[in-house]
Structures are given as structure tokens and as C-alpha cells.
Nanobody
Framework: QVQLVESGGDSVQAGGSLRLSCAAS????????MAWFRQAPGKEREGVAA???????YFADSLKGRFTISRDNTKNTMYLQMNSLKPEDTAMYYC???????????????????WGQGTQVTVSS
């Protein structure tokens, strides 16, 4: 099993940047597929970005170019660098993990069995 704790959420103005972190503990983190999801008020949770155990990344089409996902297996931590933030990026951001996720489903919520508690990102105009 893996325990996940997100951090780095904050309130920023549009155009600003934030880096979210997801610290993992428990099982062998480096073997896990990881992802970021977000959920805005009144909306369904949506996939943001995913990264395989070998560092292959996958992004939601609408976020390519502004967000970067990475992981440091020596620190058991995954990151989400968010640039040029927009008010519509306001959401609770969650990290998720599972032992293996098919490439075509790396941004599908139901594929992940481990979740963090979330960190709030608020972007004001």
C-alpha cells in the first residue's frame, strides 16, 4: 500500500505559478504509476497529468504547455508545476497512485486505488 500526502496549494493571482508536491510512503513508491487529478466546485474530478514508473508523462490536452509533471524517486515525491494559472484552474488537487495503469486510461479516476487528501489551489483574476 501507498500513503499519499499533497502540499503546495495556495491562493495566487492569474498568471502566477505554483508547484504541488505529493509525498508517498509505504510500499515501493518507484514502482507505482502516479497522477494528478482536480475537482472544481460543482464539477466532476478530472485527470490533469500522469507519470509512469519510468517517468513517461501524459497530460490532459487542455493543459499541455502550462503544466509539468515530474517525480523524484529518491525522495518518494511527485510534483506538478503549474504555470500561467487561470481562474478556471481553481480546484482541489489530488494525487493518486496504483501499481499499473493502462496507457489509454492514465487519466481515468477509477484506475487508481490510492489517493491523497487533496490540496486547494485558488486562482483569482
Amino acid at each position: 500500500q501507498v500513503q499519499l500526502v499533497e502540499s503546495g496549494g495556495d491562493s495566487v493571482q492569474a498568471g502566477g505559478s505554483l508547484r504541488l508536491s505529493c509525498a508517498a510512503s509505504g510500499d515501493t513508491y518507484s514502482y507505482y504509476y502516479m497522477a494528478w487529478f482536480r475537482q472544481a466546485p460543482g464539477k466532476e474530478r478530472e485527470g490533469v497529468a500522469a507519470i509512469s514508473d519510468r517517468g513517461v508523462t501524459y497530460f490532459a490536452d487542455s493543459l499541455k504547455g502550462r503544466f509539468t509533471i515530474s517525480r523524484d524517486n529518491t525522495k518518494n515525491t511527485m510534483y506538478l508545476q503549474m504555470n500561467s494559472l487561470k481562474p478556471e484552474d481553481t480546484a482541489m488537487y489530488y494525487c493518486a497512485a496504483d501499481a499499473w495503469v493502462p496507457l489509454a486510461r492514465r487519466l481515468v479516476e477509477s484506475e487508481y486505488g490510492y489517493w491523497g487528501q487533496g490540496t486547494q489551489v485558488t486562482v483569482s483574476s
